[in-house]
């Protein structure tokens, strides 16, 4: 059984257009995430979601969107594709304060 | 300031052996949770082993274990008998408690490259 689990793996479009990842997690979590992996293998929270809460890095562009229909569910819509915008963009989900986050696979996202 | 620093950028070691792979960090919090994460070649991310601040054991987990000294600032994460499939990339990630979201900070990651 897949824990976290991401739609597309692998993502390729043209700048200007929205383009949505979708994301599942069976774990029973009540804590979602976004997370950014540029090229250089850094990364960096995007955003984070909890019972309806969500808190968001500040430097995240609002052309980003997460969307939550359930509790196992945190898809990231994204407007306005640009270049910079390419990366591996991985899902996560934990439970309680420790937050030991589980990840799905990530998606490879390539904008040209 | 970072708040998460490996400064090893990559490593080789030799299949059996031990290696340890650097992490400080910083922050003002008293409780705070640090956390390691595999990412092989693959791309998918793999937790590994969590140490909180109050904790008063080095955490283990398998071969892997912490060496944990609060005071340094310092989690090292050190991998025993080193094993061919352990070539990858590592995190150094940190929570604080102060942090809302639950969101972890990352380091800049450590190549290891094990050598048969």
């Known amino acids: 059984d897949t824990a976290v689990s991401q739609t597309p793996k692998y993502l390729v479009t043209q700048m200007g257009n929205d383009k949505s990842i979708k994301c599942e997690q069976n774990l029973g979590h009540d804590t979602m995430y976004w997370y950014k992996q540029d090229s250089k293998k850094f990364l960096k929270i995007m955003f984070s979601?909890?019972?309806?809460?969500?808190?968001i890095n500040e430097t995240v562009p609002n052309r980003f969107s997460p969307k939550s229909p359930d509790k196992a569910h945190l898809n990231l819509h994204i407007n306005s594709l640009e270049l910079g915008d390419s990366a591996v963009y991985f899902c996560?989900?934990?439970?309680?304060?420790?937050?030991?986050?589980?990840f799905g696979p990530g998606t490879r996202l390539t904008v040209l | 300031a970072q708040k998460i620093t490996q400064t090893q950028p990559g490593m080789f070691v030799q299949e059996k052996e031990a290696v340890t792979l650097d992490c400080t960090y910083d922050?003002?919090?008293?409780?705070?949770?640090l956390f390691w994460y595999k990412q092989p070649s693959s791309g998918e991310m793999i937790f590994l082993i969590y140490q909180g601040s109050y904790d008063e054991q080095n955490a283990t987990e398998g071969r892997y274990s912490l060496n944990f000294q609060k005071a340094r600032k310092s989690a090292n994460l050190v991998i025993s008998a080193s094993q061919l499939g352990d070539s990858a990339m590592y995190f150094c990630?940190?929570?604080?408690?102060?942090?809302?979201?639950?969101?972890?900070?990352f380091g800049g990651g450590t190549r290891l490259m094990v050598k048969p």
């Open positions: 990630a940190m929570r604080e408690v102060n942090n809302a979201g639950n969101m972890l900070t």
């Open positions: 996560a989900s934990s439970q309680g304060y420790r937050g030991e986050q589980f």
């Open positions: 979601y909890n019972n309806k809460e969500l808190i």
């Open positions: 922050t003002s919090d008293q409780s705070y949770g």
